[in-house]
């Protein structure tokens, strides 16, 4: 599951990653025609719509892409970077960059792409945003009340608007489109004559029936969280489900024994787990199985991975969720926390005691009786290390 | 040597949407281009006036969050990057070759000033954006941020709005 830094591909690499990407980034913008000042601001005069058509397409096609990925579970969302808002200074920085596009020619990303090859109003243009950015820097006391006013966090328009994603990557995608076959039409005013350069048919309507499958499939295949989600509600597949179960008993001894691969996941509430909670436990939540961080616990090689909440079925309900997700190696507490207590942690010895196997039993549970709560007291201090990945910093 | 066209505009945006997204799911980031400046502008500083960028907040901030390193900043490796990849473009396109790119109605000199002015400003607002174009814009709407939808828009509007004013440098 992406993203692959800092796990797969270590920070150091990722520098690495970086000029490779830096080479594809700037070799596109200079065939795409960015090298120029002329065709950049073209966009603002009417006669040359290039940096639009790249620029939307582009934002088109991995805004769907991110979307995609998040959808089929390729991508953990609330791992990368969301650039963060902050209302007054975005709005207010915005309208500066706008001005210094139409004085400069250029962006900050263009300029440099164009300076590489020769242009010397783009060299300009690069030491001029280096004075820029030091003058910010050196008259940031005047400037810090407006970059920190109103502080909306790393939020998307989503969650702004209250619409889903798919929706909202439809309707972004249809003002794209309305966009290029409007300015196709402005240009055509402004320099009096079609432009060669953009075969608008076999393109055009190729780029726009692709969109459209991807909106319409974002429309009919739900986020595989929600299908999963709603599969552990249905009580027949809950109960048909062939689980791996673990009995108090073996749970006790393998505690006891100090078997390190056992790896307990425990559902109850955060609160009731600090109540009590047995040793070598997490506390989890359904959510947290759907993670990086969650998947990569069930992922422990040689690992038994114990589930259990107060009930059988809670615990059959995140089993269910965590073998959806393709985690196969989990057992579930049979009878739950409940039975557990019953069993051992309360146990009383039964008066009749009828075969030698039940003796045997019951003189395991009293002896575990004794112990297992002296390893739960033991533990009760020691906090097993959730790993949390944090959301990655990006931005310029 | 004859210069080539330039590539289709949505065959272009297509490539660097790709990308962009494989950008994202690799590094969990996107693109961008100031940062790398402000990589610059710091390192600079706090070379040549170590007391001053201890004491300044702007600096100080920086230079914790990259330990007293500047440089070593994911978007100055991906600009080093894109400097190679642009000169390699222009390169096989026959489009190397130092010109003052400028409209005929304006002297050399004002191209040059306005070129000065227009980074500066476009610098100074990247500060305030969070980001230019490619780490704003094009980034935070590849991952729907509002903040980074709001830039673009006030970008793009911002350049709408002045370009009435400023006309007499491009045509």
């Given amino acids: 599951m992406g993203p692959l830094v800092p796990d797969i591909i270590s920070n150091e690499l990722n520098f690495v990653v970086a000029i490779l990407i830096g080479i594809a980034f700037g070799y596109i913008l200079e065939q795409a025609g960015f090298s120029t000042s002329k065709k950049l601001v073209g966009l603002f005069y009417g006669y040359d719509f290039t940096v639009l058509r790249v620029f939307f397409t582009a934002g088109i096609t991995a805004m769907i892409g991110v979307i995609a990925f998040a959808h089929f579970g390729i991508l953990d969302i609330s791992l990368i970077y969301i650039n963060p808002t902050f209302l ?99 240009e055509q005013k402004v320099t009096g004559k079609p432009n060669e350069d953009v075969p608008i048919a076999k393109y055009f309507y190729g780029f726009v029936s692709v969109m459209m499958i991807f909106g319409l499939t974002a429309f009919l295949l739900p986020v595989k969280k929600d299908v999963v989600m709603q599969k552990i509600n249905d009580e027949t597949l809950i109960n048909s489900f062939q689980y ?137 201090n020691t906090i097993v290390v959730k790993r949390e990945s944090k959301r990655i910093v990006g931005g310029c | 040597m ?84 642009a000169f390699i473009s222009g390169l096989v396109s026959n489009r190397l070759n130092f010109t003052l790119e400028k409209s005929k109605n304006v002297t050399s000199r004002v191209r040059m000033i306005t070129a000065l002015l227009g980074g500066a400003l476009f610098g100074l607002g990247a500060q305030l954006g969070r980001g230019c174009t490619s780490g704003s814009a094009l980034s935070g709407m590849a991952v729907l941020s509002f903040g980074g939808i709001i830039t673009m828009m006030a970008i793009f509007g911002g350049a709408y709005a002045f370009a009435y004013f400023f006309r007499k440098l491009w045509i």
């Fill in chain 1, 244 to 380: 791996n179960t673990i009995t108090s008993d073996e749970l006790a001894f393998r505690l006891i024994d100090n078997d390190k691969r056992v790896q307990i996941f425990d559902f109850r509430t955060a609160e009731d787990f600090n109540q009590i909670k047995l040793p070598q436990s997490v506390n989890m939540t359904f959510d947290e199985l759907f993670t990086k961080d969650g998947g990569r616990m069930l992922n422990m090689k040689n690992n038994v991975n114990v589930f259990l909440a107060n009930d059988e079925l809670t615990a059959k309900k995140a089993a269910l969720i965590a073998s959806e997700l393709g985690h196969n190696n989990i057992r579930i507490l049979k009878g739950g926390l409940n039975q557990f207590k019953t069993d051992i942690i309360n146990f009383e010895n039964p008066q009749i005691i009828a075969t030698r196997q039940e003796a045997n039993t019951f003189r395991f549970r009293t002896k575990a009786k004794e112990v297992i709560p002296v390893l739960i007291e033991k533990s009760k």
């Fill in chain 1, 88 to 186: 007054y200074s975005a709005l207010v920085g915005g309208l500066i960059m706008g001005l210094g596009f139409v004085v400069g020619g250029f962006c900050p990303g263009t300029s440099v792409c164009a300076a590489a090859i020769g242009k010397i109003d783009a060299m300009i243009f690069v030491a001029g945003s280096f004075i820029g950015v030091w003058i910010f820097a050196e008259a940031y006391p005047l400037f810090e009340g407006l970059y920190l006013a109103e502080n909306w966090g790393n939020i998307t328009i989503f969650e702004i608007l209250g619409t889903s994603q798919s929706v909202l990557a439809v309707l972004m995608t249809t003002m794209a489109v309305g966009a290029f076959i409007f300015t196709r039409w402005v």
């Fill in chain 2, 2 to 85: 004859e210069q080539t066209k330039y590539m289709n505009p949505y065959i272009a945006g297509v490539l660097l949407g790709l990308l962009l997204l494989v950008t994202i799911f690799i590094t969990g980031r996107g693109l961008g281009a100031s940062g790398a400046v402000k990589s610059g502008v710091v390192a600079a500083v706090s070379t040549i006036a170590p007391q001053h960028s201890a004491d300044s907040k702007y600096y100080s901030d920086y230079l914790t969050e990259h330990e007293n390193n500047p440089l070593k900043n994911w978007l100055v490796f991906e600009v080093i990057g894109v400097i190679i990849g």
